[in-house]
C-alpha cells in the first residue's frame, strides 16, 4: 500500500535539505512512502535541494500554501496521505506509524505526541509553553503538529483546501472527534529561543485560526467542513484548567498571557495578514 507524503515548501533552502535527508536516509524507506515536496514561489534554492534527494518536486508560481497543497493533492496516490511541514523532520518509522493508523477501521486522522524542546529558549518562552502544553485544547485535535496523516475516506470529504493558511485546523475540523488519534509516538519540535520570534510566530497563528473561522462563518451549507465548536471556548482555559489546577503555574502564566496579548495586537495591526511569512 502506498502512501503520498506532501510537504508545501516556500524559500526552505536553509532547512529542507535537512528534512529530506532525515526521512530518506531513514531506516525503512522506500518506495511505497512517495515524497511531494510543492515548492511555491521559491526565489531560492529549495527545488534544486529537494530534486537532490530523489523526491517528486512540483512548482507553483505563487507564493501560496493552499496551491502548493492543491497542486501536489492531484499528483498523489495510494490510500494515506500524509501534509508534512518542510521545517518538520520526522522518520520513515514515524511515517508508517501515522499511515497504519488511519489504516485502521473508525480512525481517519492521525497525529504524533508533540514535545516542545525549549532547553535553549529564553526564560519567558520557557514560561510560555510550560503554560501552552498543558491547554485541553490540543487533545485529541489534528492542528498545531507540522504533520498529519489522513484516511482515504477523510481525505473524499473535500474536494480541495480552501485559500486559508490553516490548513491544519480546516483537515482538524474534516475529521470527527471520534476519528482522531494520537498515536503513541513524540515527535520533538524545537521552541523559538527568544520572545520576539515567539510572538510572531503565535501572530501568524492566531491570524490564521482567525481567517479559518471567517472561512467557516461564510462558506455555503454544503462545503462547510464539520467544524467542532471550539471558538471562543478556549478563552481562559489557561487560568481554568492550567492554573488553578496547578497554582506554581501562575508566574508562567504572567508570561504566557503577556506573549498571547503582545501577539493579538501584532496580529491587529495594519498591514498584517495570516499570510505574514506564513512559510518560515
Known amino acids: 500500500m502506498t502512501t503520498s507524503v506532501i510537504m508545501p515548501a516556500f524559500n526552505e533552502e536553509a532547512g529542507i ?17 512517495r515524497v511531494l515536496v510543492a515548492a511555491n514561489g521559491c526565489t531560492d534554492r529549495t527545488v534544486e535541494i529537494a530534486r537532490s534527494y530523489g523526491v517528486r518536486v512540483v512548482e507553483v508560481a505563487a507564493a501560496s500554501k493552499p496551491a502548493a497543497l492543491n497542486a501536489a493533492d492531484r499528483l ?14 520526522v522518520t520513515a518509522t514515524l511515517l508508517r506509524q501515522l499511515a497504519e493508523a488511519v489504516r485502521r477501521p473508525g480512525v481517519e486522522g492521525a497525529v504524533p505526541r508533540l514535545a516542545v524542546d525549549a532547553s535553549a529558549s529564553s526564560w519567558p518562552v520557557r514560561a510560555y509553553y510550560a503554560v501552552n502544553a ?20 477523510a481525505r473524499s470529504r473535500f474536494d480541495r483546501f480552501p485559500e486559508i493558511t490553516a ?42 485560526n482567525a481567517e479559518f473561522w471567517r472561512y ?27 492554573v ?37
Open 216 to 242: 467557516v462563518r461564510s462558506a455555503p451549507p454544503g462545503h462547510r467542513p464539520p467544524a467542532d465548536p471550539v471558538e471562543g471556548s478556549n478563552t481562559w482555559s489557561w487560568l481554568r484548567d492550567v
Open 17 to 33: 535539505g535537512d528534512v529530506l535527508a532525515t526521512l530518506t536516509r531513514s531506516p525503512g524507506f522506500g518506495p511505497d512512502l
Open 134 to 153: 498543558r491547554l485541553p485544547v490540543f487533545d485529541r485535535r489534528l492542528f498545531g503538529r507540522g504533520v498529519i496523516a489522513l484516511s482515504a475516506e
Open 244 to 280: 488553578l489546577r496547578s497554582p506554581r503555574l501562575l508566574p508562567a502564566a504572567g508570561c504566557y498571557l503577556l506573549v498571547v496579548l503582545l501577539a493579538e495586537g501584532l496580529r491587529r495591526s495594519p498591514g498584517w495578514t495570516a499570510r505574514s511569512g506564513w512559510g518560515r
Open 167 to 208: 490548513d491544519d485546523m480546516f483537515l482538524d475540523a474534516v475529521v470527527a472527534a471520534g476519528e482522531k488519534v494520537e498515536i503513541d509516538a513524540v515527535l520533538p519540535v524545537r521552541a523559538p529561543r527568544r520572545t520576539r520570534e515567539l510572538v510572531r510566530r503565535l501572530a501568524r497563528a492566531r491570524a490564521g
Open 76 to 89: 498523489a496516490d495510494g490510500d494515506v496521505r500524509i501534509y508534512l511541514d518542510a521545517d518538520m523532520p
